[in-house]
């Protein structure tokens, strides 16, 4: 069994973070692990606030993890200040050699809350970004990362790749129209678009995670980062289709992470086509 490491924040009410992570790694068949780096108090409605945790329990939590299991693959979601994304960089930059990471620079909740703190966005370019395999960010993160007010996806993957990562996807969900398109820009390689149509629902709260987790999944069992970002976005989309009539919680609800499970084996069978 392939083992997916998440590194990443707290959601309790299961939509997002670590919680999100999991239940995609499993959807996936892998091992799900985790090194919690932030406790967030939120819901469907919003953050209420956040605790931080002792920078040394963040390194302890990672040192007990790659002690005792290698992981086949990295999520990286919220960080929440340049401390603790010097930790995890560092670590990785030392134990992480050869790991897939995939990196979704969290930065503001649905409810437009803060995850990342301002002054932290330089050390994640600096320290972290140049370790990754491929980075995640939605339109205002890439536009954020680079200092460019754009809407032009390919302006901004170009500008992000400068940063240091092997790859980029930039997600289209933040545009209009009928169609939300990603790009997909590898180093030395051609643009390639993953396309979908827009599906109009209230029930998006961790989108980001789930598609990242998705990747991570897919790049520990083996595939390539363009393989990998198609079955990824193909998973999202049916499980935003899937929980588009729920009503789960007062405020933005969750995509339906086991929609397949009446199909148990329908992941792994497009990751294998």
């Known amino acids: ?49 956040c605790y931080e945790l002792p920078l040394s329990s963040i390194k302890d939590q990672l040192e007990a993890i790659f002690d005792d299991i290698t992981p086949d693959s ?27 990471i995939v990196l979704d620079p969290v930065m503001v909740a649905k409810s437009g809350d803060l995850l990342l703190l301002k002054g932290s966005i330089e ?6 970004i140049p370790l990754v395999t491929i980075i995640t960010p939605n339109l205002p993160e890439a536009q954020e990362l680079v200092g460019l007010k754009s809407d032009n996806q390919v302006k901004l993957a170009v500008e992000l790749l400068e940063l240091g990562p092997k790859a980029v996807l930039v997600k289209g969900g933040h545009l209009s129209g009928r169609m939300s398109n990603d790009l997909l820009l590898q180093l030395g390689a051609n643009e390639i678009w993953l396309q979908s149509p827009r599906v109009i629902s209230n029930n998006t709260h961790g989108t980001g995670c789930t598609l990242s987790a998705a990747i991570a ?11 990998s970002c198609k079955i990824a976005k193909t998973y999202l989309l ?9 009503k789960i919680g007062k405020g933005n609800g969750p995509v339906n992470h086991l929609y397949n499970m009446e199909n148990n084996n329908e992941v792994i069978r497009l990751s294998m086509e």
């Open 217 to 227: 999944s897919c790049l520990a069992l083996g595939m390539d980062i363009e393989h």
């Open 74 to 100: 990295i999520k990286i979601g919220m960080l929440f200040n340049s401390e603790v994304i010097e930790i995890v960089a560092d670590f990785l930059r030392a134990r992480a050699i050869n790991i897939p």
């Open 123 to 128: 050390t994640l370019k600096r320290k972290l």
């Open 238 to 246: 049916n499980a935003i289709k899937s929980a588009k009539n729920l």
């Open 1 to 49: 069994m392939k083992k997916c490491l998440s590194i990443a924040g707290f959601d309790g009410s299961g939509g997002a973070g670590i919680q999100a992570d999991l239940k995609t790694f499993t959807v996936f068949g892998c091992y799900g692990m985790n090194v919690l780096t932030a406790l967030p108090i939120q819901n469907t409605c919003g953050v209420k606030s």
